[in-house]
């Protein structure tokens, strides 16, 4: 039941930090919240992701080219321009690792007005912090675990916001049906809407990127 519970709400939570925080208020800027307000989200994102934290500006910045370029040989992460999930996620780890690290320059329109609190930035970048996280998840099976599969489980941990973003650029833009000719191949994925709590609503959001409601 520990393990249960524990893997549930560090998916929901970090899946919560990722819509709300990055994709929502960091990308889009659907809604505003004072400085405060900000430095505990990001906060709450780089707790709940843990080693898995993703820099808000770089996951904003490929966001934003994702959906200017959506689905053409541009987009960063669009399954049409990849074989498999698994090279389409290494290849935008990559583009962020280098957003991240200031290594490569976007183009001015999709920067700006982005939250960044360098010090939590530094810090989630941190391989030393990474493994402790990794390490962390680790104990806690050690600790409660009571079957050996269980343990399989751990490294789903250690990246879990990268899973999330799979799930939602693969399935949300192969698998599904559509309400709008967006001109890509954004669809609404009901099927795995429930493991990302509403953002499998993929064509609704190409066609009103900055509304907050995704099933419009």
Aim: glycine letters at 8%; one cysteine or more; hydrophobic letters at 45%.
């Amino acid at each position: 039941m520990a393990i249960a519970i524990f893997f549930v709400s560090h998916w929901l939570l970090s899946v919560f930090s990722q819509t709300f925080f990055l994709h929502r208020y960091g990308a889009h800027r659907m809604f505003t919240m004072s400085k405060g307000w900000e430095r505990f989200f990001n906060l709450f994102t780089y707790l709940t992701q843990g080693s898995s934290f993703l820099v808000p500006r770089g996951y904003a910045v490929l966001h934003r080219m994702h959906h200017a370029f959506s689905d053409t040989p541009k987009d960063p992460h669009s399954p049409t321009n990849y074989g498999n999930v698994g090279s389409m996620m290494w290849d935008t780890k990559k583009r962020y690792h280098d957003l991240a690290h200031g290594i490569v320059q976007p183009e001015p329109r999709f920067d700006g007005g982005i939250p960044s609190w360098p010090a939590i930035d530094r810090l989630g970048q941190s391989w030393v912090m990474r493994v402790a996280w990794g390490a962390a998840y680790g104990l806690f099976y050690v600790a409660f675990a009571e079957h050996a599969w269980q343990f399989a489980l751990v490294p789903l941990h250690w990246v879990m916001g990268p899973i999330h973003g799979a799930i939602v650029n693969w399935c949300g833009h192969r698998y599904g049906y559509r309400n709008f000719d967006n001109g890509d191949a954004s669809r609404n994925t009901l099927f795995f809407d429930f493991l990302t709590v509403g953002e499998l609503f993929q064509n609704n959001h190409h066609k009103f990127g900055q509304s907050p409601n995704f099933a419009v």
